[in-house]
T-cell receptor, first 114, second 116 residues
Framework: EAGVAQSPRYKIIEKRQSVAFWCNPI?????LYWYQQILGQGPKLLIQ????????DSQLPKDRFSAERLKGVDSTLKIQPAKLEDSAVYLC????????????FGPGTRLLVL | AQSVTQPDIHITVSEGASLELRCNYS??????LFWYVQSPGQGLQLLLK??????LVQGIKGFEAEFKRSQSSFNLRKPSVHWSDAAEYFC??????????????FGTGTLLAVQP
C-alpha cells in the first residue's frame, strides 16, 4: 500500500512570495490533515478535511494560508504572501474514519522563507 | 484545554542501555494516545497507540508504553537501545474535532542520542 505522498520536498522562497504544497493521501482515506512543524516544536494542526469538507481550520492563518481538497482526494496548501515565520516543515497526514483513528504521515515539505 | 508535556528535551543513552521517555497529558475524557518517531528529514512514523483495554501496549521496533490514568502519563520504554533508535520522539493525544475523527495534539518532542 502506498503511503502519503507530498511534493515538493524542499522549497526556498523570498518573503512576500507565494508557494503551494501538494498532498496525495493513502487511497481510501477520507480524512486529510495539514500540520505545521516549526523547528524545535511538535507539529501543530492547520486544517483538517473530511472528504472535501473542512472539519477544523481554527489554527489556519486565513489572511495568508488557504487549502483545498476539491475532489476529496488530493489537497493543496497555499501561502500567499509568505513571511519569515512561515519557515517550517509542512506535514500532510491521512486517516480512515473507520476503526483505528491512526494518522499516517507523509515525508513533509521543508519550507525556508528568506 | 488539551495538552501534552514531554519534560525531557534531549536524552543521551548508551547503546544496549534501557530507555524511558516521559509523556504527560491533559485531557478531559479517556484519551487516545500515540507515540511517533521522526528521523532527520523524514515524516512521522507511528510506534504505538493506546485507545482502550490493556494499559501496557506493545509497538514496533521493540518499544512499549504504559498508560497510567492516575498519573496522566504515557511513558515510552525500550529495554535495550540500538544505535538506529537515535531520532526525535513525539507523544500525542487525539482530541475529537467537530464530531469527526480526531486531531493530534503533540508534545514538543524528545531528541534521543545513542552513544556507542
Amino acid at each position: 500500500e502506498a503511503g502519503v505522498a507530498q511534493s515538493p520536498r524542499y522549497k526556498i522562497i523570498e518573503k512576500r512570495q507565494s508557494v503551494a504544497f501538494w498532498c496525495n493521501p493513502i487511497s481510501g482515506h477520507a480524512t486529510l490533515y495539514w500540520y505545521q512543524q516549526i523547528l524545535g516544536q511538535g507539529p501543530k494542526l492547520l486544517i483538517q478535511f473530511q472528504n472535501n469538507g473542512v472539519v477544523d481550520d481554527s489554527q489556519l492563518p486565513k489572511d495568508r494560508f488557504s487549502a483545498e481538497r476539491l475532489k476529496g482526494v488530493d489537497s493543496t496548501l497555499k501561502i500567499q504572501p509568505a513571511k519569515l515565520e512561515d519557515s517550517a516543515v509542512y506535514l500532510c497526514a491521512s486517516s480512515s474514519p473507520r476503526g483505528s483513528e491512526t494518522q499516517y504521515f507523509g515525508p513533509g515539505t521543508r519550507l525556508l522563507v528568506l | 484545554a488539551q495538552s501534552v508535556t514531554q519534560p525531557d528535551i534531549h536524552i543521551t543513552v548508551s547503546e544496549g542501555a534501557s530507555l524511558e521517555l516521559r509523556c504527560n497529558y491533559s485531557y478531559g475524557a479517556t484519551p487516545y494516545l500515540f507515540w511517533y518517531v521522526q528521523s532527520p528529514g523524514q515524516g512521522l512514523q507511528l510506534l504505538l497507540k493506546y485507545f482502550s483495554g490493556d494499559t501496557l501496549v506493545q509497538g514496533i521496533k521493540g518499544f512499549e508504553a504504559e498508560f497510567k490514568r492516575s498519573q496522566s502519563s504515557f511513558n515510552l520504554r525500550k529495554p535495550s537501545v540500538h544505535w538506529s533508535d537515535a531520532a526525535e520522539y513525539f507523544c500525542a493525544v487525539g482530541a475529537w474535532s467537530g464530531g469527526a475523527t480526531n486531531k493530534l495534539i503533540f508534545g514538543t518532542g524528545t531528541l534521543l542520542a545513542v552513544q556507542p
